[in-house]
């Protein structure tokens, strides 16, 4: 008898109400750069990250809770807040003991559609904290839906890549039947070794070097730089400790 | 300046409006087993192909055209009509000369979604038609949309892997930015050479070899076997020549 919990990989937002999600763990993925951001402020000492789905709302919240506001829409800043959505703007000597409120275009979309359809947990995962979500979805023993944030809902490489990674290190404590999850181990086993030169050719990667930020993008794909685990509690990713 | 048309892989069904597909050629590609049962009948002789979205449509249209009903829903055959969606039932001593009205769970459903949103011309495509399929998409030189008709709207693998195949003959004679090109390409080259072993592991292969369709899928991978170009026009899929 398989008593192993389930894994699937939802390759966009538009496909998670496919999936019943209400007993699963639900990781949001988004690589390019929410959830490494979210992962490195956290890491640099934030005391929370209010993850908001919309740029008057991140405003709102702002000046409720004194946090800085940060975004970005189609990848730049959004007038009227006050940070970006880049991993290097929050080093401990900024962020520690801060409250950041983040809206961005896919990531924080696809944390509250999560939210509303019922997800007994929400965690954030990008390369940055990779180890600190694989632990962590071992030892919770529960199913485990994948949710890549995606680029306005159209499948990307990079998130895609992320859920390989997580499950070429931990899928054998799964019970597996997704061909998306097969998928994506496959494209991560092919591509580990030089995940530079093969996210060269994303599309979102052309976006983003576009504005001049390789860098960050490389940051992103770096794993366990910023190795702790965001947690969603009572309306803010705050660390597990 | 570049002036090669466009292509782009959509992975599931619910993804087909991020695409604006009215100047655009669509593929309609469903594997296992649609899209081959229709290059198999059409290359064995048959009239025409009339695929329908509904049974109760299908039955109608035997009636009035006296043709063969067909089709399936989850993989079996439907009550209350005549065959199934193996292309092993079309020999050519069945099926020449005859229409064949055909409903399935999730192709002939993309191409009416196709034909709804407005497609300039849509044909269909499997590993059985695959050089009449790369022939045709590069002597039009129009924007392509490769539709994987997916299960039931999740991602499968093995449309993808056909798409894949296209883009790996072909692709260099377009303009490709997509992600689900890229890796449907990438899906294609690490496996080209043991489909078979590769897809054994597809949720799809483990649904159909559950009713003994083993040869079956075998089959609907094999390159050229019946290499006709169905083309959808006034209603019913008949061979380009």
Avoid at 4 to 23: A, C, E, G
Avoid at 50 to 60: A, M, N
Avoid at 173 to 191: E, N, T, V, W
Wanted: aromatic fraction near 8%.
């Amino acid at each position: 008898m398989n008593t192993k919990p389930s894994l699937h990989t939802v390759l966009s937002p538009r496909l998670l109400d496919l999936y019943d999600i209400s007993n699963s763990i639900v990781v949001i993925i988004d690589v390019f750069r929410a959830t490494s951001t979210i992962a490195t402020a956290l890491y640099n000492g934030a005391a929370k990250v209010l993850p908001v789905d919309s740029v008057p709302r991140c405003i709102e919240l702002g000046k409720i809770t004194g946090g800085i506001t940060a975004g970005e829409r189609d990848g730049k800043v959004v007038e009227g807040l006050q940070h970006g959505n880049s991993p290097t703007e929050y080093p401990r000597s900024f962020i520690e003991g801060q409250t950041l409120v983040l809206t961005t275009t896919n990531g924080t979309k696809l944390l509250h559609m999560a939210l509303d359809r019922g997800a007994a947990n929400i965690i954030t995962g990008s390369f940055p904290n990779l180890s600190a979500v694989c632990d962590y979805l071992v030892n919770q023993e529960k199913n485990v839906i994948l949710g890549c944030s995606a680029w306005k809902d159209c499948f990307n490489l990079e998130d895609t890549l992320f859920a390989g990674a997580v499950i070429e290190r931990i899928g054998h404590h799964f019970s597996i039947h997704c061909d998306s999850s097969l998928m994506a181990k496959d494209l991560y086993a092919q591509h580990q070794q030089d995940l530079v030169g093969f996210l060269r050719k994303a599309t979102h990667w052309h976006r983003l070097s576009a504005y001049g930020l390789e860098h960050d993008m490389e940051y992103c794909i770096s794993i366990d730089v910023a190795n702790v685990l965001p947690v969603y509690t009572n309306g803010s990713l705050i660390v597990q400790e």
